[in-house]
């Protein structure tokens, strides 16, 4: 069991189609909850400067020191305006991290609403603050009992399956 403690992080490229800045706006305006920013890019410095306190860049992480970031964080955040897959989905969740992820990357058929995480329509840009704000103890619990259940090897094994012809 894991206590939810309003631990949000993002690893990525810090570049327009990353979608960072409304990220970064939007924990600006809530303050109570901490964003982790991993990762390094053209706007790197643009972010740091508009970003208040509880928005913390760590820069460039080698790949085999991020289980320390996914085990002190609670949910990732991929809000991508354009992405092929996003592999940094899957290595959330198989450190047992709920993901939030735009319905505009390729692995957000990964990610089961309410379940393991949840999908954002960037047409709806409210939609990323009502799901942070509606998660709670018990429905973080819900989520990480979620990604528990939910088994990447079950997933590829499906998916070479329908290649079957």
Not at 122 to 133: C, F, Q
Not at 152 to 162: M, Y
């Amino acid at each position: 069991k894991k206590h939810y403690k309003k631990r949000f992080i993002f690893i990525g490229r810090l570049s327009e189609v990353k979608n960072i800045n409304m990220l970064v706006d939007l924990f600006n305006h809530l303050e109570e909850y901490m964003l982790t920013i991993i990762g390094s890019g053209p706007l790197e410095k643009e972010l740091k400067d508009k970003a208040k306190s509880n928005i913390v860049f760590k820069g460039q992480i080698a790949n085999k020191k991020l289980d320390t970031y996914f085990e002190n964080n609670d949910i990732l955040i991929l809000p991508s305006i354009s992405e092929t897959w996003g592999l940094v989905v899957e290595e959330a969740i198989y450190f047992g991290m709920p993901v939030i992820v735009s319905s505009n990357c390729g692995v957000s058929e990964l990610v089961k609403e309410g379940i393991n995480g949840y999908l954002i329509d960037l047409r709806n840009p409210n939609k990323l603050k009502e799901i942070i704000l509606g998660i709670n103890d018990s429905v973080y619990q819900n989520l990480i009992d979620g990604v528990y259940k939910f088994s990447i090897n079950k997933k590829d094994l499906e998916q070479v399956a329908s290649y079957d012809v």
